[in-house]
């Protein structure tokens, strides 16, 4: 059973291959090809050449049959002793049959399909009756059939192993040259996933580019787009930092405007109320200028050696300010977490933003978040961070890190941002060389951030 079920999963895992290979499929077009070309050429000449020889030789193969016949029987009797040195001589079968005698040179060898009594080529068959012309009679009444010793021609040594060397040989080679010939389609799947995972320095070698052909076309083409794309994702990072850098100012004066209004009792709710907005649109552009600075090639960290429970406690009593469930925040570390070299700024606004999104999106649960520090099999740590909130559908957990992106039940201004918190901590924990996880917990939602040692 267990070997059965080995080897379906093994006949699986070769259909997806070939399915997946276009060489695998072209080394199979060619051997179907070569194996059907083989085939017609071999039966159109087996037929032609039938077709042209039979008239021609069936006088010849008359005559010689007369001679045989009247060698064995040069008096009209048939002669055992005659019959067999004949044998012997020659790779022949001989049966005599008649009143006086009954033998057989190769009594065990059946008579072969082709000797068997078919009709005649003019009557529609595929071939002359050669039980007539193997067949002769003796003057004592004896009848004398010739054939062809079979076992003569299959003790000589066969060459289906040679045949099917040089097969083998000449699909060996046509894979070869194959693979040499797609060779560039793995540089330009390479080149693309590069490419679609934001990394643009490396374009498609320029040995494949100038090779000619479509392939090389292709890759031309493909590193084109990737110019293109990256010139474009540059002026939208210059855009943003610099409409990030120009509102700045004004955002200053505005709250330093703000601050002067007289606290009275009928302005303070409107001067308190633009307080806040102006601290939310300036905590917006630290956060695009943050992102940006990270999405960088060249994202510089301050590292120092980092306990992260201690400053997860504190990122906790600050968020208390503006969530009240805050307090009942649980907090689970091991005992023997490391402290590792990490940008203390960063992880800060890591904690901030997860805990964050975590008190907001869990506020109606029965359950207060959590927060989980545990070491890795490699001496990092392991963040997680889980609400008992209503979750996301599993469809947007793949987009639910991305700059800008809200799911639905969050667009709302009082339970979501502005979709810049999960984006910011993938990139924080990526800038750490790190791994992000977006997850449902069901209940709930867990973001999982893995920091190498």
């Known amino acids: 059973m267990t070997a059965g079920l080995a080897f379906a999963a093994r006949l699986r895992q070769v259909r997806w291959r070939i399915t997946r290979s276009i060489k695998l499929r072209m080394v199979l077009v060619f051997l179907l090809l070569a194996a059907a070309l083989t085939l017609v050429f071999v039966v159109g000449a087996q037929r032609a050449f039938s077709v042209g020889w039979r008239e021609a030789a069936r006088p010849l193969l008359t005559d010689y049959v007369d001679r045989l016949s009247a060698d064995i029987a040069a008096n009209g009797h048939p002669s055992v002793?005659?019959?067999?040195?004949?044998?012997?001589?020659?790779?022949?079968?001989?049966?005599?049959?008649?009143?006086?005698?009954?033998w057989s040179s190769h009594p065990d060898q059946a008579s072969l399909k082709w000797?068997?009594?078919?009709?005649?080529?003019?009557?529609?068959?595929?071939?002359?009756?050669?039980?007539?012309?193997?067949?002769?009679?003796?003057?004592?009444?004896?009848?004398l059939v010739f054939g062809i010793d079979?076992?003569?021609?299959?003790?000589?040594?066969?060459?289906?192993?040679?045949?099917?060397?040089?097969?083998?040989?000449?699909?060996?080679?046509?894979?070869?040259?194959?693979?040499?010939?797609?060779?560039?389609?793995?540089?330009?799947?390479?080149g693309a996933r590069r490419f679609g995972a934001g990394d643009f320095s490396e374009p498609i070698p320029a040995r494949y580019v100038d090779s000619s052909g479509e392939l090389g076309e292709l890759a031309a083409t493909l590193n084109t787009m990737g110019r293109d794309i990256h010139q474009m994702l540059e002026a939208k990072r210059a855009l943003l930092l610099a409409i990030s850098h120009e509102l700045?100012?004004?955002?200053?004066?505005?709250?330093?405007?703000?601050e002067l209004l007289p606290e009275s009792a009928d302005v303070r709710p409107q001067r308190d109320a633009l307080l806040r907005d102006l601290q939310e649109m300036a905590m917006l552009i630290s956060d695009l200028l943050e992102s940006e600075r990270l999405a960088g090639q060249h994202a510089a960290l301050q590292r120092?050696?980092?306990?992260?429970?201690?400053?997860?406690?504190?990122?906790?009593?600050?968020?208390?300010?503006?969530?009240a469930a805050a307090g009942q925040v649980r907090i689970q570390a091991d005992a023997d977490l490391p402290r590792l070299e990490l940008d203390p700024n960063r992880m800060r606004l890591l904690l901030r933003n997860l805990l964050d999104n975590a008190l907001r999106h869990g506020a109606a649960a029965h359950q207060p978040p959590e927060v989980r520090l545990q070491r890795t099999s490699d001496s990092g740590i392991a963040i997680e961070v889980r609400d008992y909130g209503p979750g996301v559908p599993d469809s947007q957990l793949r987009q639910l890190a991305q700059a800008f992106y809200r799911p639905d039940s969050a667009r709302t201004r009082a339970a979501g941002?502005?979709?810049?918190?999960?984006y910011l901590c993938r990139l924080i924990a990526q800038a750490h060389g790190g791994a992000f996880e977006v997850r449902n917990a069901k209940p709930g939602l867990s973001v999982l951030v893995t920091l190498p040692a």
């Open 304 to 323: 120092e050696s980092t306990d992260l429970p201690a400053m997860a406690l504190a990122v906790v009593q600050e968020l208390a300010v503006r969530h």
């Open 81 to 102: 002793a005659r019959a067999q040195a004949l044998v012997e001589r020659l790779p022949l079968t001989v049966r005599i049959s008649g009143p006086s005698i009954n």
């Open 248 to 258: 700045r100012s004004p955002l200053t004066r505005a709250r330093l405007n703000t």
């Open 150 to 190: 079979a076992e003569t021609f299959e003790r000589r040594p066969h060459r289906l192993g040679y045949v099917l060397a040089a097969l083998l040989l000449l699909t060996f080679m046509a894979w070869l040259y194959i693979r040499h010939l797609l060779k560039p389609l793995d540089a330009i799947g390479a």
């Open 417 to 422: 941002g502005v979709g810049l918190g999960l």
């Open 115 to 143: 000797v068997r009594s078919r009709k005649d080529v003019d009557t529609g068959g595929d071939g002359p009756d050669w039980a007539h012309l193997l067949q002769r009679t003796t003057a004592d009444g004896h009848t």
